[in-house]
């Protein structure tokens, strides 16, 4: 089993929809958890960071996390053609440890 | 620049050769990442750089892959006698501290083809 599963779409949605993006990981070391927005030809970036299990709102985009179920979710509200893009779950371990990134959802907002 | 520069930006190159990746960070990040995105994945950690040693090399598939940070800046990836199957987006980041304290700056990738 890999460590972080996620499907990887790909997802299309129309404009103004609400989009779900899923991640399960099976390591109980990981203790905190970002999702990555990458567009096409482009290098990752940071979008949402959560250390505990959760809701973490910011604008259009709420990160929910699950640690009992190692269950991670990117909520986006009124979603946009500017959303397309595939989405990375990073769940990562303490210190020194690098990030771990799920396969990314390929994500399309059709005006 | 403000953001993490790699060069080139794309790399053709034929089965058996030798190749070299740059990676240029951000100015004052300690920490420097290399990992490889293959067509459809995530990506996938090769090597972190803290200062100028390698604090994990984990990720480096095998004795053909090599990198260094010599001056604790800039850090080159180097694959010796490449295959087909080294195809992929090398990607490049950096940033502050240890990789739980904050963000990774990527920057735009390498992308390799071997012929």
């Known amino acids: 089993q890999k460590e972080v599963e996620q499907d990887p779409g790909p997802l299309s949605v129309p404009e103004g929809a609400i989009v779900s993006l899923n991640c399960t990981y099976s390591n109980s070391a990981f203790q905190y958890f970002m999702w990555y927005r990458q567009y096409s030809r482009k290098g990752p970036e940071l979008l949402m960071y959560t250390y505990s299990s959760g809701n973490k709102e910011d604008g259009r985009f709420t990160a929910q996390v699950d640690k009992s179920s190692k269950y991670i979710s990117l909520f986006i509200r009124d979603s946009q053609p500017s959303d397309s893009a595939t989405y990375l779950c990073?769940?990562?371990?303490?210190?020194?440890?690098?990030?771990?990134f799920g396969k990314g959802t390929r994500l399309s907002v059709i005006a | 620049g403000a953001g993490v520069s790699q060069t080139p930006s794309n790399k053709v190159t034929e089965k058996g050769k030798y190749v070299e990746l740059r990676c240029d960070p951000i100015?004052?990040?300690?920490?420097l990442y290399w990992y490889r995105q293959s067509l459809g994945q995530g990506p996938e950690f090769l090597i972190y750089?803290?200062?100028?040693?390698?604090?994990?090399d984990s990720g480096l598939p095998n004795d053909r892959f090599f990198a260094v940070r010599p001056e604790g800046s800039v850090s080159t990836l180097k694959i010796q006698r490449t295959e087909r199957g080294d195809s992929a987006v090398y990607l490049c980041?950096?940033?502050?501290?240890?990789?739980?304290?904050?963000?990774?700056?990527f920057g735009e990738g390498s992308r390799l083809t071997v012929l």
């Open positions: 990073a769940p990562g371990r303490s210190g020194n440890t690098p990030l771990v």
């Open positions: 750089f803290q200062g100028t040693g390698a604090a994990d």
């Open positions: 100015s004052g990040h300690t920490a």
């Open positions: 980041a950096s940033s502050f501290g240890t990789p739980n304290t904050g963000e990774l700056f």
